[in-house]
């Protein structure tokens, strides 16, 4: 009656292995780290680069805890901050001798102390949050204004080539505060670009404006055209961020919108400020220019002599590359940009998306350059770098432009990644910046875990006092409920917060109302004479249908709390959930499966060690 066949006691131990060895990470703490990372576009963070960290700790007599590369840059542990702040000063020392141009990124971290035995099997500690590991805290102010600025200077330039396109002779172009103004010197003239702008922009609100010789058609952009620019601008700026944290190694940043133009940044267990400030502060822009191949020209501008109007780069391999000064089409145009190979020769190449404006632009780029390299540039504090140089073979029309030639697929889906990255739709600035302490972090941890071990010890007494073999049953149940949902967490890799622990110990509470019910069932039907091998099999089947109601409406508030959320809420419901689908298994299952190998094989059973049975007119205790 009370018997498992053997597959569900396999499933149970199993179930019960697995969540011993994703929860074992998270017992080993954290160590401090040093991360070195590429800084430049053209630059790559290899095994080359791995010797030369390891040379350098070696000369010098420091001693590491590992050192390995990843896809974010080389890592060092350390045993502790003096030798990591040492490491610091080192590494940046050697790797960056120009600190007006550094060459990589330098920066203090934490790393995982969890054997590497476990981590090649996939078993990883929870992400911690700003409030539990320590790290910074940013919120930064978008300029709304100037992304508005910078979308009608290439409006502008969008009217002047369209015009163009169409024959359409004007007095000039030029944005005046927020609207663009044309100048035409007759009436018929005006009439023509008027219906011409109308028909292709239909985000501009044109009004006629001056007289006799000198009139004027004003462009200014449509309420709902600005709402859309805005928040647009939001989006590729925390879509930048993302890019740009990845190279201070942050395993979860938060990285939110907070109101409409504000994005708040939080960087757990990055402990250099500085350096946080320095790459979050970037303002990058994609730049597409003609290379000048006048003979002779190159050679001039080596020996120090460079021609008017040109300016004297690096591309990859380190060749120098005169690139002239005029720019053609900028990263706004890119819409995006994927890895990929060519038809015909199967190599690597790279596939770029242009908008509509851009495709126009390009079309007759290519069309007067047939023959020519064209330089594809990243600009950043005022200094570029080459990403890539093609020659342009044809006319590219349609907007679709592959780049490909000598470059691996590693190089393909590198430069994909930083054209997709593009840059800021507008300046932004720092306008609050908090930082969060290890020691702060740590202290949090150590109240997280102490209020649930106590909440946790408590409900054990009162379980073991009260219900005693089936409390103890119910207590063990409970362990595994708290054993699954935190490898559950570490599996997915959830961010835990204080709000989560909290979480945590609302679990733990919540559970064992599974497991009490269960035990007064059995008593119910002991109290009715039910014999008790019968009571057993009664309460579980009888006890399961209320349990599995509370639990489902309490979900339902979780996944409200989960979809409408955002922040410590967010948090606070995804680990809510997560204890509720654990609960259902540890308290009907596990448990079932002790109580069936305790009592299951017993044919003659006369009592129950569940505490004292209530009796109408007498009173019995199940032993």
Same mark, same amino acid.
């Given at each position: 009656?009370?018997?498992y066949?053997l597959?569900?006691?396999?499933?149970?131990?199993?179930?019960l292995?697995?969540?011993?060895?994703?929860?074992?990470?998270?017992?080993?703490?954290?160590?401090?780290?040093?991360?070195?990372s590429?800084?430049?576009?053209?630059?790559?963070?290899?095994?080359?680069?791995?010797?030369?960290?390891a040379?350098?700790?070696?000369?010098?007599?420091?001693?590491?805890?590992?050192?390995?590369?990843?896809?974010?840059g080389v890592?060092?542990?350390?045993?502790?901050?003096?030798?990591?702040?040492?490491? #610091?000063?080192?590494?940046?020392?050697?790797?960056?001798?120009?600190?007006?141009?550094?060459?990589?990124v330098? *920066?203090?971290?934490?790393? !995982?102390?969890?054997?590497?035995?476990?981590?090649?099997?996939?078993a990883?500690?929870?992400?911690?949050?700003?409030?539990?590991?320590?790290?910074?805290?940013?919120?930064?102010q978008?300029?709304?204004?100037?992304?508005?600025?910078?979308?009608?200077?290439s409006?502008?330039?969008?009217?002047?080539?369209?015009?163009?396109?169409?024959?359409?002779?004007?007095?000039?172009?030029?944005?005046?505060g927020?609207?663009?103004?044309? #100048?035409?010197?007759?009436?018929?003239t005006?009439?023509?670009?008027?219906?011409?702008?109308?028909?292709?922009?239909?985000?501009?609100?044109?009004?006629?404006?001056?007289?006799g010789?000198?009139?004027?058609?004003?462009?200014?952009?449509?309420?709902?055209?600005? $709402?859309?620019?805005?928040?647009?601008?939001?989006?590729?700026?925390?879509?930048?961020?993302?890019n740009?944290?990845?190279?201070?190694?942050v395993?979860?940043?938060?990285?939110?919108?907070?109101?409409?133009?504000?994005?708040?940044?939080?960087?757990?267990?990055v =402990?250099?400020?500085?350096?946080?400030?320095?790459?979050?502060?970037?303002?990058?822009?994609? +730049?597409?220019?003609?290379?000048?191949?006048?003979?002779?020209?190159?050679?001039?501008?080596?020996?120090? =002599?460079?021609?008017?109007?040109?300016?004297?780069?690096?591309e990859?391999?380190?060749?120098?590359?005169?690139?002239?000064? =005029?720019?053609?089409?900028?990263?706004?145009?890119?819409?995006?940009?994927q890895p990929?190979?060519?038809?015909?020769?199967?190599e690597?190449?790279?596939?770029?998306?242009?908008?509509?404006?851009?495709?126009?632009?390009?079309? +007759?780029?290519?069309?007067?350059?047939?023959?020519?390299?064209?330089?594809?540039?990243?600009?950043? $504090?005022?200094?570029?770098?080459?990403?890539?140089?093609?020659v342009?073979?044809?006319?590219?029309a349609?907007?679709?432009?592959?780049?490909?030639?000598?470059?691996?697929?590693?190089?393909?889906n590198?430069?994909?990644?930083?054209?997709?990255?593009?840059?800021?739709a507008?300046?932004? +600035?720092?306008? +609050?910046?908090?930082?969060?302490?290890?020691?702060?972090?740590?202290?949090?941890i150590?109240?997280?875990?102490?209020?649930?071990?106590?909440?946790?010890?408590?409900?054990?007494?009162?379980?073991?006092?009260y219900?005693?073999?089936f409390?103890?049953?119910?207590?063990?149940?409970?362990?595994?409920?708290?054993?699954f949902?935190v490898?559950?967490l570490?599996?997915?890799q959830?961010?835990?917060?204080?709000?989560?622990?909290?979480?945590?110990?609302?679990?733990?509470?919540?559970?064992?109302?599974?497991?009490?019910?269960?035990?007064?069932?059995?008593?119910?039907?002991?109290?009715?004479? !039910?014999?008790?091998?019968?009571?057993?099999? *009664?309460?579980?089947?009888?006890?399961?249908?209320t349990i599995?109601?509370?639990?489902?409406?309490?979900?339902?508030?979780?996944?409200?709390?989960?979809?409408?959320?955002s922040?410590?809420?967010?948090?606070?419901?995804?680990?809510?959930?997560?204890?509720?689908?654990?609960?259902?298994?540890?308290?009907?299952?596990?448990?079932?499966?002790?109580v069936?190998?305790?009592?299951?094989?017993?044919?003659?059973?006369?009592?129950?060690?569940?505490?004292?049975?209530?009796?109408?007119?007498? !009173?019995?205790?199940?032993?």
């Amino acid at each position: 009656m009370n018997r498992y066949p053997l597959w569900k006691y396999v499933i149970v131990a199993f179930a019960l292995v697995f969540g011993f060895i994703y929860t074992l990470p998270n017992f080993f703490g954290e160590s401090p780290a040093v991360q070195v990372s590429s800084a430049k576009a053209t630059l790559k963070v290899d095994a080359k680069t791995l010797e030369r960290v390891a040379a350098t700790l070696k000369q010098a007599n420091v001693d590491s805890n590992g050192t390995f590369l990843d896809t974010t840059g080389v890592k060092v542990r350390l045993k502790d901050t003096d030798t990591q702040l040492k490491a #610091r000063d080192l590494l940046e020392k050697q790797f960056n001798p120009d600190a007006a141009d550094p060459q990589y990124v330098v *920066a203090l971290n934490l790393l !995982s102390s969890s054997p590497q035995w476990l981590t090649n099997m996939g078993a990883l500690p929870m992400y911690l949050g700003l409030d539990l590991r320590g790290g910074v805290h940013f919120l930064l102010q978008v300029d709304m204004k100037g992304a508005l600025t910078k979308r009608l200077d290439s409006i502008g330039a969008d009217l002047r080539s369209l015009l163009r396109d169409k024959n359409i002779r004007h007095g000039g172009i030029s944005r005046e505060g927020e609207r663009v103004v044309i #100048r035409f010197r007759d009436e018929d003239t005006r009439s023509k670009a008027r219906i011409v702008l109308e028909d292709s922009q239909p985000d501009l609100q044109l009004t006629d404006q001056g007289s006799g010789n000198d009139l004027k058609l004003t462009a200014t952009l449509k309420p709902t055209a600005m $709402k859309r620019i805005q928040e647009f601008a939001i989006k590729q700026n925390m879509g930048t961020l993302h890019n740009r944290i990845n190279e201070l190694g942050v395993a979860e940043p938060v990285i939110a919108q907070q109101g409409a133009d504000r994005i708040v940044v939080q960087l757990p267990g990055v =402990q250099d400020t500085a350096k946080a400030k320095d790459i979050l502060g970037r303002t990058a822009t994609l +730049e597409i220019r003609m290379v000048d191949d006048t003979p002779g020209a190159l050679e001039a501008a080596m020996a120090g =002599q460079v021609p008017f109007g040109t300016e004297l780069y690096v591309e990859r391999g380190g060749r120098p590359l005169l690139v002239k000064k =005029q720019v053609m089409l900028t990263g706004d145009r890119l819409t995006d940009a994927q890895p990929g190979f060519d038809n015909q020769t199967q190599e690597a190449a790279v596939h770029l998306n242009l908008d509509s404006a851009g495709s126009r632009i390009f079309k +007759e780029i290519t069309r007067e350059n047939v023959g020519k390299r064209m330089a594809i540039l990243l600009i950043e $504090k005022g200094k570029g770098e080459v990403v890539t140089a093609p020659v342009i073979r044809t006319e590219i029309a349609g907007g679709r432009v592959q780049i490909s030639g000598s470059m691996s697929t590693q190089e393909a889906n590198d430069t994909a990644l930083l054209l997709r990255a593009g840059s800021l739709a507008a300046p932004m +600035e720092i306008i +609050e910046e908090r930082t969060i302490g290890p020691s702060l972090g740590a202290e949090n941890i150590t109240k997280g875990f102490h209020s649930t071990l106590w909440g946790f010890t408590a409900i054990s007494a009162f379980m073991i006092m009260y219900y005693v073999l089936f409390g103890l049953i119910s207590v063990v149940a409970l362990a595994s409920n708290l054993l699954f949902l935190v490898a559950l967490l570490s599996l997915l890799q959830a961010t835990l917060t204080l709000p989560g622990v909290a979480a945590i110990a609302l679990a733990l509470g919540m559970a064992i109302d599974s497991n009490v019910l269960i035990n007064e069932r059995i008593r119910e039907e002991l109290r009715n004479g !039910s014999s008790p091998q019968a009571a057993i099999t *009664a309460g579980y089947s009888h006890a399961f249908d209320t349990i599995i109601d509370t639990n489902i409406t309490t979900l339902i508030a979780g996944i409200a709390l989960l979809v409408f959320g955002s922040g410590p809420v967010r948090g606070f419901a995804v680990v809510h959930c997560l204890g509720i689908l654990t609960s259902l298994f540890s308290a009907v299952v596990v448990s079932r499966a002790m109580v069936n190998l305790i009592y299951g094989r017993r044919r003659k059973l006369e009592s129950l060690a569940i505490g004292r049975v209530w009796k109408p007119g007498h !009173s019995t205790v199940a032993k």
